[in-house]
Nanobody, 117 residues
């Protein structure tokens, strides 16, 4: 069973920045991709950003393009989400996700991000 440990959430003012981290218990080479999803109250969980572990290719939700950057450190089995120019509408619980080569999804426990003045 893959374990994912997230950190870095919190309260930030609009325009501020946060960096989320997600450490996996297995080597990142075990995964096809690693990413971040978020779920705001009353809304469905949505993809924020994803990175393909071997190629480094990324994709982002339109709402975060140019503000968020996903990256990974294969040596640390960790994926990061740098979030800049945060907006109140970015408020949500952010979940780390990995997709194995067998196409099985694993989820972190979630970390709260609140953007408010």
């Amino acid at each position: 069973q893959v374990q994912l440990v997230e950190s870095g959430g919190g309260l930030v003012q609009p325009g501020g920045s946060l960096r989320l981290s997600c450490a996996a218990s297995d080597a990142s080479s075990s995964f096809h991709s690693m990413g971040w999803y978020r779920q705001a109250p009353g809304k469905q969980r949505e993809l924020v950003a994803r990175i393909i572990t071997n190629s480094g290719n990324t994709n982002y939700a339109d709402s975060v393009k140019g503000r968020f950057t996903i990256s990974r450190d294969n040596a640390k089995n960790t994926v990061y989400l740098q979030m800049n120019s945060l907006k109140p509408e970015d408020t949500a619980v952010y979940y780390c996700n990995v997709l194995s080569w067998a196409l099985r999804n694993y989820w972190g426990q979630g970390t709260q991000v609140t953007v408010s003045s």
